[in-house]
T-cell receptor
Framework: DAGVIQSTRHEVTEMGQEVTLRCKPISGHDYLFWYRQTMMRGLELLIYFNNNVPIDDSGMPEDRFSAKMPNASFSTLKIQPSEPRDSAVYFC???????????FGQGTRLTVV | AQKVTQAQTEISVVEKEDVTLDCVYETRDTTYYLFWYKQPPSGELVFLIRRNSFDEQNEISGRYSWNFQKSTSSFNFTITASQVVDSAVYFCALSEHGTGNQFYFGTGTSLTVIP
C-alpha cells in the first residue's frame, strides 16, 4: 500500500511568492494533518481535517497560511505571500481514526529566499 | 506547559550497548494514548508504537521495548544491543481522548550509535 504521498521533497521560492504544498493521504484514512518542523519549535500541528472538514486550525500561524481538502484523497497547504521565516519541513500525515497512529509523508523542505 | 518532555536532547552510545530514551507526559485525561516515532537522517517520521492508558503491559518488539508506568507518567523506550541503523531522532507523543485528535510531540532525543 502506498503511504502518505508528498510528491515534492524540496521547494525553493522567493519571498513574496505563493507556494502550495500537496498531499495525498492513505486511502481510507479519515484524518489528515499538516505539521511543520523547525529546529527552534520542533513539530507543530498546523491544522487537521476529519472527513475533509477542518477541525482545528489553531496552529496556523497567520492569515498567510491556508489549507484545503477538496476530497478524501487530496489536500493542499498554501502560503501567500511566503516569507523567509516560513522555511521549514512541512509534513502531511493521515490516520485511520481518532487517537490512532498517524502515518507521515516524507515531508517537503521549503526554503524561502 | 509542555505535555510531553524528553529531557535527553542527545545521547551517544557505542554499538551493542543498550540505551533507554526517557519520555514523561502530563495529562488530566484518564483516557489517552502514547506513541513513539523514529526520524532517521533521511527525514521521514516512522511510527513505532501506540499504547493506550489502560494497558500498562510492557511491550517488546525485537530489540525494542517500552516501559509504561502511569505512576510516574512515563513511557520509556529501550533499544537493546544498539546498531548504527538505530541512529535517529526519536519522538514521544501524546494524544488525549478529550482534546480531539491533537498529537503533542516531545522535542525529541537524538541518538547516535557509534560503530
Amino acid at each position: 500500500d502506498a503511504g502518505v504521498i508528498q510528491s515534492t521533497r524540496h521547494e525553493v521560492t522567493e519571498m513574496g511568492q505563493e507556494v502550495t504544498l500537496r498531499c495525498k493521504p492513505i486511502s481510507g484514512h479519515d484524518y489528515l494533518f499538516w505539521y511543520r518542523q523547525t529546529m527552534m519549535r520542533g513539530l507543530e500541528l498546523l491544522i487537521y481535517f476529519n472527513n475533509n472538514v477542518p477541525i482545528d486550525d489553531s496552529g496556523m500561524p497567520e492569515d498567510r497560511f491556508s489549507a484545503k481538502m477538496p476530497n478524501a484523497s487530496f489536500s493542499t497547504l498554501k502560503i501567500q505571500p511566503s516569507e523567509p521565516r516560513d522555511s521549514a519541513v512541512y509534513f502531511c500525515a493521515s490516520s485511520l481514526g481518532i487517537n490512532t497512529e498517524a502515518f507521515f509523508g516524507q515531508g517537503t523542505r521549503l526554503t524561502v529566499v | 506547559a509542555q505535555k510531553v518532555t524528553q529531557a535527553q536532547t542527545e545521547i551517544s552510545v557505542v554499538e551493542k550497548e543498550d540505551v533507554t530514551l526517557d519520555c514523561v507526559y502530563e495529562t488530566r485525561d484518564t483516557t489517552y494514548y502514547l506513541f513513539w516515532y523514529k526520524q532517521p537522517p533521511s527525514g521521514e517520521l516512522v511510527f513505532l508504537i501506540r499504547r493506550n492508558s489502560f494497558d500498562e503491559q510492557n511491550e517488546i518488539s525485537g530489540r525494542y521495548s517500552w516501559n509504561f508506568q502511569k505512576s510516574t507518567s512515563s513511557f520509556n523506550f529501550t533499544i537493546t544491543a544498539s546498531q548504527v541503523v538505530d541512529s535517529a531522532v526519536y519522538f514521544c507523543a501524546l494524544s488525549e481522548h478529550g482534546t480531539g485528535n491533537q498529537f503533542y510531540f516531545g522535542t525529541g532525543t537524538s541518538l547516535t550509535v557509534i560503530p
